[in-house]
């Protein structure tokens, strides 16, 4: 269709249950789903308006946290049906081919990485852990514990403190709680990583996370993901919570299962008709 291109969701075998995975399943800009196969591999995909996914236009809906939110929300949609139903390499958000014969390019020239990667993983499932310091979250420091300066509502000998005097005093206790929450997060960090890779078969860092949308769980110390055999979930899960504590100032944030987002990079061979997400 000329006013369309191919969205690529994943890469899996071309196996029955693909087929299955899919059927009647709608994706990003609500259109069907469907398998493009090239001999014994598969491409998930969906035709999307050109007029929205081309280089130039989408570049500009990237800006849009609204339009990008939607278009994730589909996109993992429908990469977690067909990972309940076979092994998938998910490829990242908005790439685009141009047809489905440039897929079929890619699925030939990527073969023996497609297969390699997906026999590494099969019966493994991606765990995110992320770790905060949130100094929010500890304790207020003692009436009188500031110092010289005494509590914000009195100095030594319990005269009032100036309102100057009371406003640095203020700061200078932010201050530690921030250092003392920033230094306990990167100690459960450390502890939590340890936990973790007793189980995992491979591991991806990936950066710290900033901005609004994270902001109101503390600052984002580590961002890390695990691979690991489905049926070791449970013991992952344990030891990673024993090894985060309670610590006030520290929250680890566990999420999964999920396809192996983080572990299918290096599988695809990229022509140069792919737009760029």
Do not use: C
């Not at 770790?131 to 009436?143: G, L, R």
């Not at 939590?192 to 600052?219: F, N, S």
């Amino acid at each position: 269709m000329s006013g369309s291109v191919s969205y690529l969701y994943g890469v899996a075998e071309a196996l029955p249950a693909l087929g299955d995975a899919v059927a009647g399943l709608t994706g990003v800009a609500g259109t069907p789903v469907r398998v493009v196969a090239e001999e014994d591999l598969a491409a998930v995909v969906s035709a999307v308006p050109a007029a929205d996914f081309e280089e130039r236009p989408l570049a500009a809906h990237l800006e849009d946290l609204e339009w990008l939110e939607a278009v994730a929300r589909a996109h993992h949609g429908v990469v977690d049906a067909v990972a309940g139903r076979a092994t998938v390499l998910p490829l990242r958000l908005a790439t685009i081919y141009r047809d489905d014969e440039r897929v079929r390019d890619l699925l030939r020239a990527g073969r023996a990485a497609f297969r390699s990667r997906l026999s590494r993983l099969a019966g493994h499932v991606e765990w995110g852990v992320k770790v905060y310091a949130d100094p929010s979250a500890a304790a207020p420091a003692p009436a009188g514990s500031g110092g010289s300066g005494g509590s914000g509502g009195g100095g030594p000998g319990g005269a009032e403190l100036s309102p100057g005097r009371a406003y640095l005093l203020g700061r200078r206790r932010e201050r530690t709680a921030r250092d003392d929450a920033h230094r306990a997060a990167a100690e459960a960090a450390g502890r939590i990583h340890e936990a973790a890779r007793a189980h995992a078969v491979e591991h991806v860092r990936h950066r710290a996370q900033h901005g609004p949308l994270v902001r109101e769980h503390g600052e984002n110390i580590s961002n890390d993901a695990y691979l690991l055999p489905a049926d070791a979930s449970e013991a992952f899960l344990a030891a990673v919570r024993e090894a985060a504590g309670s610590d006030a100032p520290v929250r680890a944030e566990v999420t999964g299962p999920w396809a192996p987002y983080s572990f299918a990079a290096g599988a695809a061979v990229e022509p140069e008709e792919e737009t760029p997400g």
